[in-house]
């Protein structure tokens, strides 16, 4: 059993913190919200009075931080973290931030006398709860195995994507094409429900033919044709409109600096955009079909 | 068995109708090209000397036309080929058309005393032969039911989509869907390649997480990646840019016409309209990726 | 002074068969609606009882109809008008409708021994009401020169664009592109706004400047810019959202047949799709400004 | 006669260091390159050996950099140039950068006891050397009239946007609305040549309709329109693609930034990126043209 410093226990960061606390770990849990870090510490994680006391005598620290301006705020600098952790220290960053400020706390990890994995999620509050998360992991594979029996007591699947940075860039292009898929199948659906056919036949169809694609497999964007979506729910719950929306601006960042070309992923982001300004920020994400509708706000 | 009148024997129509005659049943063939008659008379076909004689004494006819308005020169009009069937008999359109058109074919047959269900396919040239095309197929059940045995000859799935046109609006919502499909996979695995990751390692990620589609499933566009699809052999055989394009070009006219809105499937569109022009209108719709890099021509 | 038939008295073509009227030619009026008949009469024209009575010793007609299918409708087939009209009667069609239809009238005219031009307008009810309309005309120079004397009435620019269809293309061509710059426009303003940029300010700038064009000149989106905008009325008067997305639908049928690549206009169309679907198709269509602010409605 | 040192000498800020020496300015001048400096010091301009000597004892300084971490890493720091700066002198920054940096630099030159306008450029080398460029100024007024005698010897035109960080926004919305402009034009001569108009008659159309446009103006992209455009002269000189791709990303990072919609402007991106990576870097942003119609190559 190991000791870890747990930073950042929002939504996320607190069932991951837990979890970690259940599976027999010393949990070191700090927070700016006191009231978080009480729920984690009643559940068997420590409190910790500061970030500086979190990582105090612990191998691994995770982190999970809103953007890449508070992990390189918190980590690097004189006076940054990554000078308080213990020499040989593992920092697994599961916050959802640009590769290059991954790729950056990473070398001055390694600089400081520590290590760092750039480990973000998939699956949402449930995932995090259950303990089923996606981890999407960049850095050296001797540190990845390392991480990897904290990663499986957090989650259910494990990638191994490259080296420092790789993984934001694999979630970064995958929810970028989730995001198209989504817009995409919700013009099928659409479209097709404007030329008289049921959503549900045409679903079952796409699904079973080339037009196949996880969308149509568990998060129908169709009010009604699967009963667990969010579709269903008035698109309550979910993956919010504004975080897909921070994930198509990192891809959009990413593509300028590299010059790429995501004429699709550009477009879902200027659509996502528009939705959220539209009111729809907070609705799940599939409720995009609602604006190609008209039926938005 | 039946007797079947088959018209349109091309790269698709030649190998369903020999799929036909192997069956035991009596096809009649017809085409405007002699070879192309010849070819499938070898097989097994009875050789028709005109579209007239084709349908003559047949419960079924089966029709594999390149558009809309050769279907319904070929049916419609006062000389048209309905009045020429037998009274009763089964036309089934395999034909890629829009749906408006399928529809007054319909409702003509119908007046003629016939009935027609639209069917078009998927599965391309290898799906033909093999006898493992997807049918779409829009009518009354009991025409497609009735239509169900021939269909199981050529085609391995038989979806039925609804009444008159619902095939046709169903492959091209599919098709629309697989469009964006490719374009979105091609612009993920390219901005991730831009950033340094191995094109392998993402795609086995993103087909195993939200990102999942047929076309990471089974028809990569990044060469090297997966060893039988066109990417891996120049972008040769598959199914090519320009059919997909007239596919693109079905689903924009038929938006258009309800008022429709496909963001993603309209710039689908002029993607490959551009792609097309720039000389890739024979290559596999893979090879979109090749414009995103710029090393289209 | 000539004899003029003039069929369709709308919002367009009643003031303009109004201005005929009021320069001392003899305009034989028709419609459905017998109240637009009897508008047109009282001020000046003849009421026709019949579209037929209307184009009775006429040596112009003068059509203004919603769409292709209206004016092929009227003029084409076995009892088409143009088999009523006089010999060598020159037909001025006015309607926005597809190139195709206005060349088969074109050459069915010809046929029928008679002529016509495609003569669509630009400067909506105000330049109707004002005899200030731009005409776009396509057909050959005799006709066009022929018809000039009329079409001074009614317009105050005349421009001979081409052959049979060549009014109607320029027509569309040019309204795609104003389209374009009302979206463009509006969104580097409200970019602008949202970096601290006053409106006006930067519409000055603009209009100077390499981004200067029609709409910062005459037709600012922005409330408060341009007093006479319909942007400083709430948006109303003007050229109507739903107009533009019909000649958007025509541009994008026309890009789709001719296999022409116009990623901007076709994004276009959708854009104002989305807009009218969502509650603005009578909107003035510089209304866009407000579906990328989430305002729409 | 000022005394000003000028920082980057190339394209842009060689004739335009010159032009100020040859109305009688003490210019001091530096760049990385020698030669650069030497071509201005035979113009009349003093060479300085340094940046920081070039600054000394100057009551402007003018700098003419790549891009914002050029201007970041030369005034900023313990060590950046605004130390050595004459207390009040006044840095006018003609770089086309994001504006944020612009603003960095801005607040702080004050607190260094200086004062900073962001003034970048429009009119490309030709401008520079005849000194009719464009100036999009930001800044307080005070400081802005305190430039103008200067800006009035390198430009034709100044344009105050507003406060610190408005010229460099209104540089961006206004080179976001020319590209949308550009491509927008190209998509509709392309469209009407295709259905058999003539770019030339096409052009007067639209640029006496709605449609009008500075591209139409004095730019036009279709070959032999206009004899003196860059699209008679195979799209060579001009403002290279790879420049407005930079210009264009700007704005794309400030919509991302801001979270505003910019759909064509995004679009406009995408499509120089492919332009660009296609091998058309270096030649006129008017040939986008010819992307449209697959010739890029």
Redesign the interface.
């Known amino acids: 059993m190991a000791t870890i410093g747990f930073i950042g226990l929002g939504n996320m960061g607190g069932p991951m913190a837990i979890n970690l606390a259940k599976a027999g770990h010393t949990v070191q849990a700090f927070d700016l919200s006191e009231a978080a870090i009480k729920r984690v510490a009643e559940a068997g994680a420590t409190a910790a009075a500061s970030a500086a006391e979190a990582v105090k005598g612990a191998e691994f620290v995770v982190s999970m931080l809103p953007a890449g301006k508070h992990v390189r705020g918190l980590f690097l600098g004189d006076d940054g973290l990554l000078g308080q952790m213990e020499q040989g220290a593992l920092l697994i960053d599961s916050s959802t931030i640009d590769?290059d400020s991954a790729r950056a706390v990473a070398e001055a990890a390694q600089a400081a006398g520590c290590a760092m994995i750039d480990a973000p999620v998939?699956g949402g509050v449930a995932g995090a709860e259950g303990g089923t998360l996606?981890f999407?992991v960049g850095g050296n594979s001797a540190d990845v195995d390392r991480a990897r029996p904290l990663l499986e007591v957090m989650g259910a699947?494990i990638?191994?994507?490259?080296?420092a940075?790789?993984g934001q860039?694999?979630k970064?292009?995958?929810?970028?094409?989730?995001a198209?898929?989504m817009?995409?199948?919700s013009?099928?659906?659409?479209?097709?429900v404007?030329?008289?056919?049921?959503p549900s036949?045409?679903s079952?169809?796409?699904q079973?033919?080339?037009?196949?694609?996880?969308?149509l497999?568990v998060?129908n964007p169709y009010p009604g044709v699967m009963e667990k979506a969010p579709a269903s729910r008035g698109y309550t719950g979910g993956f919010g409109t504004a975080l897909m929306?921070k994930d198509l601006?990192l891809?959009?960042?990413?593509?300028?600096k590299?010059?790429?070309?995501?004429?699709?992923?550009?477009?879902?982001?200027?659509?996502y955009?528009?939705h959220?300004?539209?009111?729809s920020a907070d609705k799940d994400f599939s409720s995009i079909l609602q604006?190609?509708?008209?039926?938005?706000?």
């Open positions: 590769a998939s996606t999407m699947k990638f191994h994507a490259g080296d940075g790789a860039v694999a970064m292009c995958n929810n970028m094409l989730l198209i898929s817009i995409g199948t013009e099928a659906l659409n479209l097709g404007s030329e008289g056919l049921d036949v045409l079952d169809i796409m079973s033919a080339s037009g196949g694609n996880w969308v497999n998060y929306l601006g891809a959009a960042d990413a593509a300028v590299c010059g790429s070309s995501t004429p699709l992923g550009g477009l879902a982001r200027q659509l955009a528009m959220a300004a539209g009111g604006m190609l509708q008209g039926k938005a706000q």
